[in-house]
């Protein structure tokens, strides 16, 4: 016994975290191996003496405290790793017990990147049992069918599959799943899943949309598609990604179909507005200013007037650097975000106007423009749009009205050809039996 | 059945896109009084051939017009589908280079036109390189993109309309039927690509009429448009009828100058759309007939888009462009009228083979 003890030990002998404790029960050592980062001992430690009081000997006490009895080195690792405390006595017995755990996961909170209105507040955490557990509870059918992989290389991490039988299109399922079981390197982030899915690498949009919002998920289910839940990852990865997911959420269908088909439209006109207002104004004021009407034209020159940049440079410039604020936003604490972006935009925006950098009109534009583009539902969402306006602003700039129109036309056409396991990015919704154009 | 919906949307703006600048043009040659008759005319004949053609189609359910070919030989293929692709690269690099002159004359009047065309045949070929399901796809937003603008085009223009420009309404003799310009008029036409769609969606006779109707209503629409503003005898000296009825119009609370830039944009997505379907059907037909180990259709459709490029290029000017663009819309309506007939013809001939020897 002593063998083995010291067989486990030096395996962790670099943890310092690990403990063996030697305990003696009716004159029989037991040693309870585990990490102390993981287990509460001194509970745990209760927990068997008042076991140990109640059983004759040290089998019954095995046998009530686990029903993982009597397995190999290898299990006894994986265990000691997966947090659990495992049992040894010196007569050759092992046990697993599951112990009084350290908290180490939050409890069901609300969303932090998408908020709701008039709607469920609950959203995913990191435990992927609760996550599941959650889904769960709020579609109670026996048709949820559930699938589980261990995939990873140094570590092995869980991956849940979850989709509605005689919903989701069966070569969908079929195919995840096998793209699944094939996946040998470790997954970290979603873009190592994608590239697992077949993403192109410069592709800006992802195969799988994250959601942090149960009925979201579960709407996704009912429209035939798969939900994917990552261990550690406080999201929900809905498969495949579409369109129509940057302009719907469930919560809108909580308003009358007006008010919901309102808010949609409004999306779609900040996505659009995103992609061309910038090169709207670069293509009304360096290439084509003669399809204004005269005193339009006369205005918006005047309004330019004493500005040395060009007005490509003009709008590359505020769009880079509200691009910039942006991104420096989502880097700071929440207690000095607002301040810094109040006085960034205000005196930056003022500052620039009266310094004759940029034009009034510009600060207008840019301004729409960015809060346009926060509309669209889905942070990936709005990130990829923004994106898409620089070659758009890069076709308006050399061939003005025409390279805005032709330069809108192609991203149509990109987002057309973008397919996911054979679903176009298009698609409108996902036909039960496998019929996807 | 949403496939058979974008399939028919790519028909009609394939339509609108052959028609929209030459189109009006040719009829006003054709005819002096009733031009309704000769556009109803060209409707009925293309719709007799369309007939002819589904009908066809339908004796071989599975398979696509060149498979058909390939079925009555190697060589029969050969013979009639490779002077078809050079027809219609041809076409592709006439109306790329019409489009762009005409585009560049709205927009930007001081920018080289090999420019434009660059622009326009790169997308073109990009779309074309993605496939059927990727053009089909487009369609569904370039339709209605390009058919909001039409609309608005059309509707903006009623402002400078008289009716009386029109009269006499009813032509005064048949004659136009025999005549070279009304064999042109035929080259306007996308229903040869009906035959290359896959076949589990092949479009039902009453979509294709419905569709048709549309388009013969959008034909009217231009072809009246100039005629109630400017009346027949100046519109036969305009060599583009369409675009200079759009530029007479001038409305006063309107932010823009000019509703000549939303004709140029609705041209640009019905070129964009037009040229990549034709550059696909190319690729298709290339594919299928040479059975080589890396016969990719990406590289062909690049190869015939740089070949169109450079036809189109080396044209020195608008009168050449329009006389080419003529005979090769002439050398169209021929494969459309042969087409049909040679498919139909076969599918006859080997419908009654096949009973007959069930029959046995």
């Not at chain 1, 991490?157 to 039988?165: A, G, H, T, V």
């Not at chain 1, 301004?367 to 889905?378: D, E, K, P, Q, R």
Request: with cysteine; charged share 15%; hydrophobic share 50%.
């Amino acid at each position: 016994m002593q063998k083995l003890v010291q067989e486990i030990k030096s395996i962790f002998a670099n943890h310092d975290d690990f403990f063996i404790q030697e305990e003696h029960f009716k004159q029989t050592a037991i040693f309870l191996i585990g990490f102390n980062t993981m287990i509460d001992f001194t509970h745990s430690n209760l927990y068997i003496r008042q076991m140990a009081k109640m059983s004759a000997s040290v089998n019954e006490l095995f046998t009530n405290l686990s029903d993982q009895l009597d397995v190999d080195l290898e299990q006894i690792i994986k265990a000691i790793l997966d947090g659990k405390l495992v049992l040894l006595s010196e007569c050759n017995r092992n046990a697993l017990l599951v112990p009084i755990s350290r908290k180490l996961s939050r409890s069901i909170d609300e969303p932090k990147n998408e908020s709701i209105i008039q709607g469920p507040l609950n959203a995913f955490g990191e435990d992927i049992d609760i996550n599941l557990g959650m889904i769960r509870k709020w579609l109670g059918t026996e048709r949820l069918c559930h699938c589980s992989h261990q995939i990873g290389q140094l570590t092995k991490r869980r991956i849940s599959m979850l989709y509605i039988k005689g919903k989701a299109p069966i070569a969908l399922i079929e195919k995840v799943d096998r793209l699944l079981k094939q996946i040998e390197s470790d997954i970290v982030t979603i873009d190592d899943l994608n590239k697992h899915f077949g993403q192109h690498k410069f592709n800006p949009i992802s195969y799988l949309f994250s959601t942090e919002i149960p009925i979201q998920a579960i709407d996704s289910l009912k429209k035939n598609r798969v939900v994917l839940f990552l261990d550690n990852y406080p999201c929900a990865l809905v498969f495949p990604h579409l369109f129509l997911d940057m302009l719907t959420t469930v919560n809108d269908r909580n308003f009358p179909i007006g008010l919901s088909l309102l808010i949609r439209a409004l999306r779609g006109l900040g996505a659009l507005a995103t992609l061309i207002l910038p090169a709207l104004y670069v293509a009304l004021t360096s290439v084509n200013p003669d399809v204004l009407k005269i005193d339009l034209a006369l205005f918006i020159s005047k309004s330019r007037e004493g500005i040395p940049l060009t007005p490509i440079v003009e709008t590359l410039t505020m769009v880079v650097l509200v691009d910039l604020i942006i991104e420096a936003i989502l880097r700071l604490p929440k207690s000095v975000g607002p301040t810094i972006t109040m006085v960034g935009g205000i005196i930056l925006g003022q500052a620039m106007v009266d310094a004759k950098l940029v034009s009034n009109l510009l600060v207008i534009v840019v301004t729409a423009m960015l809060i346009a583009n926060s509309s669209v539902v889905g942070v990936q969402n709005s990130l990829y749009i923004r994106a898409l306006k620089y070659p758009i602003l890069i076709l308006a700039s050399v061939y003005g009205i025409l390279g805005l129109f032709t330069g809108l036309t192609f991203v149509c056409i990109y987002l057309a050809s973008l397919t996911s396991c054979d679903i176009a990015y298009m698609t409108f919704r996902i036909e039960g039996k496998g019929d996807t154009i | 059945m949403t496939q058979r919906l974008q399939i028919g949307l790519v028909f009609i703006t394939m339509s609108m896109g052959f028609g929209f600048l030459q189109y009006p043009n040719l009829i006003f040659k054709i005819t002096k009084t009733g031009h309704f008759v000769v556009v109803l005319s060209y409707g009925l004949l293309q719709m007799f051939l369309m007939i002819i053609y589904k009908k066809g189609l339908n004796y071989f359910p599975k398979q696509d017009i060149i498979d058909i070919y390939l079925k009555m030989g190697r060589w029969v293929a050969f013979i009639f589908l490779i002077p078809y692709v050079l027809n219609l690269t041809a076409l592709v690099a006439m109306s790329l280079r019409q489009h762009a002159e005409n585009i560049g004359s709205i927009f930007l009047s001081r920018t080289p036109d090999w420019s434009i065309l660059i622009l326009l045949l790169f997308i073109s070929t990009f779309t074309a390189i993605k496939g059927l399901g990727t053009i089909l796809r487009s369609s569904f937003f370039i339709f209605f993109i390009v058919n909001f603008l039409v609309l608005f085009v059309v509707i903006s223009s009623i402002v400078n309309v008289d009716f009386k420009n029109a009269l006499p309404a009813y032509p005064s003799s048949l004659d136009f039927l025999t005549k070279k310009d009304f064999f042109y008029l035929m080259g306007f036409s996308s229903i040869l690509f009906l035959g290359f769609v896959p076949p589990e969606t092949k479009l039902k006779f009453g979509q294709l009429f419905a569709e048709w109707t549309y388009v013969i209503f959008f034909y009217l629409a231009v072809v009246y448009l100039p005629l109630f503003i400017f009346g027949q005898e100046t519109v036969v000296t305009f060599h583009f009828p369409a675009k200079d009825a759009v530029d007479s119009v001038d409305i006063n609370w309107f932010i823009f100058n000019q509703q000549t830039i939303f004709f140029g944009m609705s041209m640009v997505g019905l070129t964009i759309l037009l040229n990549a379907v034709l550059l696909w059907i190319i690729g298709q037909i290339i594919r299928k007939l040479f059975n080589w180990q890396r016969n990719k259709p990406s590289y062909w459709i690049c190869a015939f888009s740089l070949i169109a490029f450079i036809f189109a290029v080396s044209v020195p000017n608008l009168a050449w462009i329009e006389k080419l663009s003529l005979w090769s819309a002439g050398v169209h309506a021929y494969f459309i009228v042969i087409i049909p007939f040679t498919i139909f013809i076969y599918g006859v001939i080997a419908n009654r083979g096949m009973t007959g020897y069930e029959n046995k």
